[in-house]
């Protein structure tokens, strides 16, 4: 069984999800707060990744609704590059386009104040990038 760690990376804001090539299922776990620069957040998320003994990482990469990359995943790229080198561990791209939108309709009828929602969102939006991958990668007739 290979455990995935689910990202959904941001300058300000890092959601995780955790989720396994067995069950199938993404689950959010959390959101972290991105402090200093790319190293710095590369070492937030291996402390994470450490304690859910993950084997692999999908990041989300955020392109353009013309499937163009843009300045962001530029960014995103080079956490991707430092995340892999510093663990050694393989980092997986996964597209992130309306992650966001749909985390959102799916925290839609949870009750939850303004500022609940906002620390909750990177999470969700982490667990919809690792779903979509899992999904991706069934092994099809």
Known sequence: MLRYLGIDYGTKRIGLAIGDDTLRI???VETIAARG???EHVRQVLERAAEYE?????VGLPVNMDGAEGEQ????RTFGE???KM???PVHYFDERLSSSTAQELLGPAELTRKKRKARIDAVAAQV???GYL?????RP
């Open 54 to 58: 993950v084997d692999a990482f999908v």
């Open 73 to 76: 995943s530029k960014i995103t």
């Open 135 to 139: 999904d991706s990668t069934v092994d």
């Open 129 to 131: 990038i690792l779903q």
């Open 37 to 39: 620069q790319v190293k």
């Open 26 to 28: 993404a689950s959010p």
């Open 82 to 84: 430092s995340l892999r």
């Open 87 to 89: 663990s050694d561990k």
